[in-house]
């Protein structure tokens, strides 16, 4: 299935509303800050059932998951008698650590969510997770990934005299499961998500139970855990070492699990079909200590460089990462071809998110507020640049030039992904197929775009070999790797559906 | 029609959620502050159609509706493109005064809400106007008063499917528009305000309109005025003077008034009643410098003290106002008597509302905070206080007794309104019935609570002889006077229907 | 004694600096909101030695003594071990009134200052008390009134090394002490106020020992409570009735208080001059319930209004009082002359002193934040404004033709003191004499300026006879009245001795 | 020479205050966040003279500089008339990158301060830069590292009658340059270096001078830059590479230099004796791409790590570094015995330093906010984990634990610095001697404290030998190493000498 290349029309109601003493952090996806140039996994999830502490520990599993969004978090508890939710922007360990909050999210029942900047708009209300009041009990859901066609129920919702309070695709989950005819909440959110489309894990909490669900393809991980006899749900199994959980397995594509009092059941709604992980969770998104599908990490990273060593061995003096995405493929490169791995580039993790509002004075500099060459290792040498993926291209060619200014000879550049020619619609936030450098670019124009000495990528079939496969099998690809490839596993409905939607009847005033 | 007495079940969903950063003011409704003691609006609105600096003249115009509520303030605009709604726990000097602020609410078309603490929550959510985006178009809505039976709709919309994200009743008209079958906006307007009940003054802005509506019986006042043209609506015509706008008429109860570049036009959706103003408008609420149906409010309010003068003439040294809303009837008081009007108490206006957290030591010295006791006009001297009315009784009774530390040697108790027996549910909070000293005690029996030496109320045929009538007509009485008599002049579903709708099936989980 | 009618240069050191997060309110003095136009005290004291809560009953004094600064607040305790100091931008019952705040002011004797606007800066650094470490014990102090040498002596100690931390005149006191060769507190306290002239009530905390100290002339006040064996320093007594201490009496003109656990000592380092309280302490500053060598700040006032009755008795309608000051003079001289008096200005509260930063087209539109007109009292009649005091007119000008406006057929304007024709140095926030009304018109010429049918003033010696003195004691005034008079009490050394001490060398760079 | 092991008496003054609205990060300095097992620097400085911009330079200089000091940053500017100063507590990233602030600092001569927590309290007062006005003229101040004669001078002063400001160390040199006779600036600040002992780098604004020193030993770093002909000078070289400044020299030990319109004078006002940089700036403290004297930073610790392999080479599986700084260290003991070098830790960098109240529910579960072991890498494999230093052992004991519970089978450790035995006083903040582990425990205790199979540590003369000497000279150490040795190369006066001075004769109360 191809795309046809137009964006989403913007999610934004027309309403902007700022909240009052609040004023979130606004990355601005520049080349100054270099935002622009990585790839965004929007959230994580966790969620955890009848312990003591749930609060607590949910703040530790998102800390543990920050990596997967660090604009915004939130967390929702049930106490026996009353939902409690508590949404914060900035980090989990900033907001959510003291005790103060945690007091105020008493129960043994909790989920939480970290979230990515999302287009949508940094408004405390769009800040997952969601609380609807059903009749006779609440449910508090949040989700990591998107669906394909939230725009296009979100209209039909609203035509039909809903009334959204956030700009999240949540919302949509929670009012599809406020208004589904079913008479208990399980039967409620399966008529849910059997209508949405897209990749995603979704976790929720009611009164009685915590929900999680894998889509169909199994597009965005979720893994079970168990602490003491008490269910736990998270994006990755690092959340799960943080807490001090047993891992007891990876949630299968299109599952739905729900935990009670009785145990943890299984519930699969959807068709059996093989499931395809998104490959950058392997390749950038995931923390290299996590592990999925027995695969770590660090392990398939490593690979990775073992395999661009075998398709593309250099004649280089040192090999450098780009930090710090780029270290373990760097090694698994340097280990394969022989080459001493040297720290060339040196990452200041001080700076986080926050150098918000450059001065154009200095934005002129061009200065470099997260790498910095370490001119010892790059003087007179000549050198290869690993890193994991090549997006819009802006950061890799002031790296390079770096390099240069510091002394570097020879500076190549080598990825251990594929060029990105494709946009991400589950939940990766990529920039407009336009600014793809792979999809405006042959591989010389790149190399000229980066200005390095020589460019090379990693074949598909290297990444599918570096996940200890033979090679892709492009009748049921192992993989979700429609970046690379515009093979896209589900329907684009918002997207491709969007002009017939539009024409629909407008209220008159 | 009379009231069981039970009080409303809670709005409050079973959901906590504090907002980020945000303190709200938390107004403990106790002794210490005397907040419990005296009668609260619970809103003002203001709105304006199609001038330049809509959002900046609408603040002002809350400004001068600041007694009506000082908890927190919202301001909704349209600029023909985007609505934009800000919302401030505070004062709306504090909060929309400055250019910052004003910036962000660009448009012509602006309506605003001043809100005194209601019991469902500070929680910035709740703050009016709200906003709901229906098909094809968006709605800011506000109103003054309460619904009578807000919570059983609440409950029926739930049931079908809404999720509400306030708790706020304006909440239940928005819902009910979005619902609705109708093909315009003015006519779902109306259709949404048919299904409600109780005492309201509505302000309702669009794309294209703004919308103004009483309620059936007019017991929550709103005028119309008119700035160079544009269209103004407000709770008081006080907010008329202070942006300079000429005073056009009061609407009319059950009058909806929708405003567009056309100009005003009205609709009359109810049958045709007679109207029943709130008599409290006359004798507590309403700024003095305002005018409803051509009587002003300083002048009931010093008649008042006339009638009270002709009813009960006492031999007293000094007149004393309990200031500030006692001085306008002790004013007229001793000019009736020919006794002198003395500030035989100063009031501190600077606590505010802002002594939120008094010590348990300090509460224990039994200081005053806001009143002290004016010693040179009151030692060795007999006076009379004349209040507006009389609560719960524990401020006059503190009040008594610091004017006879200070040396009064007689000290009498006279209000401008006669015993408040019932609770009210239209707008303004009440104590529950049995905390009300009137439902409590006989005449003799509160003068004992109070501890004066004579306690006297101005008759209910005095109240409406100080408002031009002979007396009130039982069988069509010219004001909504419930809190005097028990005569509410609509149905109270919510309460009278509470025991059926409890009933109703809930979710199983 | 004249005055040559200079400034004193700005005390304002050449360092800005804002502190982090916080916003302290900025006071615009201009027509807008009409600071401008009235006077200011800078400052009110109050301390209590040897008490439980002593935080906390300072902060209920400072309460009482609001209406003497606004601006900030600080309130400094000492528990036996440690001296501790909570210093905040705003009203005191917004920011003492908490246990939070309370808590971090433990110990048994506390000292607390409430500050008005100055000129030097709203930095947290300026607020008092101010903590000085001497050798061997700390010193907190705080001040009423203003130093008219402050300066020079600041000049003088930076130039022998002295390192300032703030702009305050304490400051200067506070190095004095530090540098004072004496052996013992209380007389490095005396030696230091004996270099310092101006009108000062001044209190200081140490480890043992709670001081209060008034001007050698009695300029500004001071009063001697007790409370329960606890003795208490206060600038007026209301702060006195506020927490249920006794009065025991004045403070003396140049006397010196030293409270310890052994009782009251005092001490007369001054010669013995009579003392000349302000006068402006009973027209405008004080609360009218307080109290100054036994006459009533409330008596006086409406003695003044009786005065004006006697000598510029009106043929009007109504009397109506410009609120909040005009009051009593007001009443007074309604009874006076036997017309009634009427609020025909209705004033809102709740601006406070909070619309700070009124956007251009709002200050365009002319309304009134503060003032309204109520038409019903004014329209079609001949009124006289009864005022205090009429500084820059700007205000009056504005009343006067509100009163128009609303349909006032003649207005006629009076005021409670004579003409303003000189600048204060005590402590009162005057305009620069070049901005007084009365020393630029003369009667008619400020008549014309403010539109008013007519306008008079009290007599010098009728302000005289109000407190009680058949007149003015021309070679030994009863009281401080420079402002009327031009007769400063003090040398006015920043002033008149400025160029010297400008010449001195500067450090060479 | 060696130290009588008590610490220094308090700084702290008899004084808390907390500033309004101001939350610093309280950092606990317990085993939770393991902050209390590392080194840590006070400071980092930073400062350019006449350039556009000033301000904005400062603040990206002071961001390279971030990993010296995360609690607060400031700086002052002089814009020809006025100096301007902002302090924040937080990242310069986050508090000094905007608009809004850098407007608030403008002119072309700028110094900055990064500060790492101080025992003195985190008070906005005590944030460098400090400024003094001194006769006719400011000065702002800041300084790395700290004056062993601090306390004892402040005494003197105190004594003298001088009030401080802060409890910063800064403020003694502020204050001697107040008090010195000396005729101009320059000559002023020398008479008051002269008086100060200690490790430290010092930079001062005046309105015509950027001054910058370097304690006579030369202790602490400090290095001059050219930006475009603008003199630059900063605690490192790699803030000079920040903003694109040229390297020009290290400042040399007890040099001072002074940039003015005319250029940059030098002035040796001390004995010209060896330099002694501390050890620790190689080892720990300074960022690796930062080079001293000529030697990379980073080449040095590889260094470190080679000369490990020559005395200390294991055999394992997995060389594991500690991230972040044991990376290069780790790096060149496994190149040196040819090992692969695995990342067998993963570091969670978005704790930063922000879980600051952490519950004690949490707290129980032993769980790690900053090192999580990645699994694949240590399952089954004999490993050695590669330090900088081992402080109090907390840390490396939980590691050594967590590589356990991870499935290594042997858990060595090797530390790229010799046993820390003795504590700092020249600006890093070490533990008290009695929690150094190398204080209490020989190498065996210290093995079985830390739970590893073998522990062991670089020689002395081997680190002397990775920074290019034969071995350690005796009679004149090329580095300061008292740490390591007890030799301290100044006296220490505060320590030694405080019995004496603390029998001063206290004031009388």
Redesign the interface.
């Known amino acids: 299935m191809s795309v046809k290349g137009q964006t989403p029309a913007s999610h934004s ?10 004023t979130p952090t606004n990355h601005t996806d520049d080349d100054w800050n270099m935002e622009g140039d990585t790839l965004h996994e929007e959230c994580g999830v966790f969620g955890i059932y009848k312990t ?2 749930a609060a ?2 949910t ?2 599993g998102l ?2 998951l ?2 997967r969004g ?1 604009e915004a978090a939130g967390i929702a508890t049930y106490d026996g ?9 900035g ?5 959510f ?4 909050t ?1 007091e ?1 999210l008493p129960g043994t029942a909790s989920i939480g969510h970290n979230r990515y900047s999302t287009a949508g708009g940094a408004a ?2 769009n800040i997952q997770p969601l ?8 449910i508090a859901v949040a989700h990591n990934g998107q669906f394909t066609n939230a725009m296009t129920l979100r ?1 039909s919702l ?8 956030s700009t999240s695709d949540s ?1 949509v989950v ?2 599809l499961i ?3 005819r079913e ?3 399980v039967d ?1 959110f399966i008529d849910a998500i059997r209508q949405m489309e897209g990749g995603y894990a979704l976790i929720a909490l ?4 915590l929900i999680g669900a894998r889509d169909p393809i199994g597009i965005r991980p979720l893994v079970l855990g168990d602490l003491n006899g008490s269910p736990v749900l998270a994006s990755e199994t ?1 959340a799960l ?4 959980a047993k891992f007891v397995r990876d949630i299968k594509n299109g599952e739905v699990v729900v935990c009670t009092d009785e145990g943890v059941e299984s519930y699969h709604p959807f068709p059996d079909v093989p499931a395809r992980l998104d490959i950058f969770e392997y390749i950038y998104f995931s ?3 996590s ?1 999925f599908d027995g695969r ?1 990490v ?2 398939v990273r490593k690979a990775l460089g073992r395999e661009l060593a075998k398709e593309l061995p250099l004649d280089v003096d040192v090999v450098v990462p780009v930090p ?1 995405s780029g ?2 493929a760097a ?1 698994g490169y340097a ?1 394969g071809v022989g080459i ?4 060339g580039i ?1 990452r ?5 998110r ?6 154009q ?2 934005r002129a ?5 997260k790498h ?6 790059v003087e007179g040498k000549r050198i290869v640049l690993v890193d994991d993926s090549l997006v819009r291209g802006t950061t890799s060619s002031k790296i390079v030039q770096m390099m240069r200014d510091a002394g570097a000879t020879e500076v190549h550049m080598l990825l251990a992904s594929p060029p990105i020619t494709h946009s991400d619609y589950y939940g990766i936030d990529t920039p407009d197929r336009a600014n793809l450098l792979a999809a405006q670019y042959d591989l010389e124009g790149m190399r000229k775009y980066i200005g390095a000495d020589s460019l090379g990528f990693i074949s598909l079939d290297g990444v599918y070999r570096a996940c200890g496969y033979a090679k892709r099998n492009n009748k049921s690809p192992q993989f979700t790797d429609h970046c690379f490839t515009g093979d896209y596993p589900t329907a684009l409905v918002d997207i491709e559906g969007a002009e017939d939607h539009r024409a ?6």
């Open positions: 109601l027309p309403l902007t509303e700022s909240n009052s003493q609040i003591p502490d607590a520990l703040a530790l800390h543990a920050q990596h660090q008698e009353h939902f409690h939710l508590e949404r914060r922007f980090l989990v360990g900033d907001n650590s003291n005790a103060h945690l105020r405390l209300r609380f609807a009041e059903l009749e006779g009990g609440g209209k609203i035509k039909r005299g809903a009334i959204f309070q919302e929670s009012q406020a208004k589904s008479s208990n909440i409620r009611t009164r009685k139970k690092c070492d943080m807490i001090g923390r290299p200590d592990v770590s660090y392990d710090d270290v373990p090694l280990q001493p791995f040297e720290l040196v200041n993790h001080y700076v986080g926050t150098f918000i509002e450059p001065t004075q200095i500099l061009g200065v470099r507020l910095s060459a370490n001119r010892s290792q629909g009847g407008l209220l008159k005033e």
